[in-house]
């Protein structure tokens, strides 16, 4: 199940849920397709028919603004048919299930969903169950994958440095909580970067994460050297009241991104992050708004990353 | 006088050292004689168990059968039905049904239903506390006057150390054996799977070995400071394994047992996502299956458990970490051990006897061996006969198995219960 599920019988995407068990030529195929959407987008008509005629259903069981728009733009400028809900709470104070919430929808002859959920694995249970001919993103599953903001990112690395194999990239923060943490260590190692490097105080790293192919360092001013990228988490809240941290301001101290600490990455070193940002908290304004930010590189690319993604699984529909 | 005689198998009974070539003769419910027939024992009934192993009953330390309060998921019928057809004579309820085996009137009513649509003997768990809320003493004594083997936590978590220390205290005072599942509740902070190299892959919330050692670790400090007798039901880890060999060696009244699933299937088994293999505790990692595998060779852990928690799909129908954990067991316990024996971890003799004499031991009961005078709870099997876990042969109301689909050899044949067939594969197929 897991991996394969989401490639049909000829390899090819059929659903998106996760990095894992995708291999590099697949994953280069996603931004060379991505690629050829960005001249698309950057034009006067931004439309093109790719997707004319089918139904694509953005279920958000979880607030997000970014994600959800670039998902809704992708679809629309693919010429689909969108609907949007956001079902944070409603159906299942209904006591509606996920499942039934999804049949429900599926009776509606849509072709695709995109799926936000809080829970892990909420993506792979939706496309074990869904019909055969519908077509599952996740658009984020709990601390799990975020496969598409991963790609996003890849994209954004590749336009500014070019080759993937020499790259050092550091992951910074709550990376024991992160589904796009996860996702991205994936995606680099798919790649072939030279290392990922993981920094975050020991609260916030899972166990064994050097399993997942990375190095691990607790201080930032260490992590930072020889650093090509550097991928900033944002920290919620409620870690402070769960006593994985003292304070805001602590984090900040030891873990947060400023000027000082940039200069230690290599000169030419690019700061992302997948927003929404916690300025002042992981990252301080004028890292976030500088030079070497490509923080609203990321989102303008989010869109040509989700059509091109969309794209493919959905033509996998039209094939079989 | 209804006289049954067991013929040409092979007589396997650890509690009595005896592995030879026999019969059994059985006069009504007891067991007459075993291997010598006595005089002028004439049988009304012969059973030939040719290439066939006859066994004491088995006895299961942890099930639950869903009954009372969510029947739903599974009935005593169906499940004494499923344990019969495994050679399960004798099973422990876990005391959180609902309600909660807190009082008397629920372990009789539970002791009466079971005995009304059940096959075989259900030996209720006493609540350690009220409600199973960790905060006050159950009914303790009344529990024990009501048919009561043992009290225990189930999966609950106990308030604070006081109550646990006072409750063990309570139930020493009458020599109740407490039978605990050792967890500790912060630590495991609502997780569901190991926390290890799966966990962080898969961003699963995880539960830590330590979170059993710890409070393993506890309750053997208050095990030595109260003097109650304590049965660790369905240890996971290494660590609990190791602490527990220490606490048997320094001469402390504790027995543990191992669900049999623990002893197959690790982390790295788990399909992604699969709510079939989402269990408590959880599967863990292969050092820790290779040593409960090793604790039970050796004698650490006494007996093997089922664990057995059938339940309907919607239970099991969901994101993993919004499943309901546990699997339907009964009916590959047998099968699972003998594999154990195949790939030579433990002896056929060290498997039987964590399926009869140990717990037998643990429950401190007259069972569990082919003694004379003992009820004739019995069990015949052929070990090398193959069936599939499939929906024809599967007979608990709970399909929720990670061995779905898999073939597997041993089958038991027939079952007896007090002398009485509760289950004749012959007949039944």
Known sequence: MGENLQLNSEGKLKHFLTIEGLSKPLLIEILDLAESFVNTTDQRIKKIPLLRGKSIVNLFFEDSTRTRSTFELAAKRLSADVLSLSIATSSTSKGESLLDTIRNLEAMYVDMFVVRHGISGAAHFIAQHTAPHVSVINAGDGQHAHPTQAMLDMFTIRQVKKDFSSLRVAVVGDILHSRVARSNIQALNTLGVAEVRVIAPKTLLPAQVESMGVTVSHSLAEGLQDIDVIIMLRLQKERMTSALLPSESEYFKCFGLTEERLKIAKPDAIVMHPGPINRGVEIDSKVADGPQSVILKQVSNGVAVRMAIMAMAMQQQGAS | ?429
Not at chain 2, 373 to 385: L, R, S, T, V, W
Not at chain 2, 389 to 407: D, E, H, K, L, M
């Open chain 2, 1 to 429: 006088m209804a006289r049954i005689l067991i013929e040409n198998g092979r007589v396997i009974d650890p509690a009595n050292k005896l592995d030879r070539l026999g019969s059994v003769y059985i006069a009504d419910d007891k067991i007459l004689s075993v291997i010598y027939k006595p005089n002028g024992f004439v049988p009304d009934e012969v059973i030939d168990a040719r290439n066939k192993m006859v066994c004491p009953g088995f006895i299961d330390l942890s099930t639950r059968l869903r009954e009372p309060g969510q029947s739903r998921k599974a009935t005593f019928a169906s499940e004494t039905a499923a344990a019969a057809a495994a050679g399960i004579t004798t099973m422990c309820l876990q005391p959180d049904t609902v309600p909660v085996i807190d009082a008397r009137a629920v372990a009789e009513l539970i002791k009466d239903q079971a005995e009304k649509t059940g096959y075989n003997q259900i030996l209720p768990i006493g609540a350690l506390t009220q409600k199973l809320e960790g905060n006050e003493l159950s009914a303790m004594l009344a529990l024990k006057d009501a048919g009561c083997v043992a009290v225990g936590n189930a999966n609950r978590p106990i308030k604070n150390l006081l109550v646990l220390r006072r409750a063990m205290e309570y139930a020493a005072s009458h020599d109740l054996l407490l039978i605990y599942r050792p967890n500790d509740h912060w630590l495991g902070n609502n997780g569901c799977v190991h926390e290890g190299a799966f966990s962080t892959r898969y961003g699963l919330p995880s539960i830590p070995d330590a979170a059993e050692t710890i409070a393993l670790a506890q309750c053997l400090e208050l095990a030595e400071l109260t003097g109650c007798r304590v049965h660790f039901g369905q240890l996971s880890s290494r660590r609990s394994v190791i602490r527990l060999h220490q606490a048997k060696k320094y001469g402390l009244r504790v027995s543990a047992d191992v669900a049999i699933h623990q002893l197959h299937l690790t982390e790295d088994d788990i399909v992604p996502f699969d709510s079939a293999f989402h269990v408590l505790p959880p599967l863990r990692s292969k050092s820790d299956k290779a040593a409960l595998c090793e604790g039970l060779a050796n004698g650490t852990i006494d007996s093997i458990c089922s664990d057995h928690q059938p339940h309907d799909l919607d239970a099991k129908l969901g994101a993993f970490p919004e499943t309901e954990p546990g699997v339907s067991a009964l009916e590959t316990l047998l099968p699972l051990m003998l594999k154990l024996v195949t790939q030579k971890a433990i002896t056929l003799e060290q498997g039987i006897a964590a399926l009869t004499q140990k717990p037998a031991q643990i429950l401190n009961i007259d069972l569990g061996a082919l003694t004379p005078g003992f009820n004739a709870d019995i069990c015949i099997f052929d070990p090398e006969q193959e069936w599939q876990v499939n929906s024809y042969n599967w007979r608990s109301q709970g399909v929720n198995t990670p061995f779905w689909g898999q073939t597997f050899k041993g089958k038991v044949t027939h079952t007896l219960q007090a002398g009485k067939f509760i289950y004749n594969w012959t007949i039944s197929v």
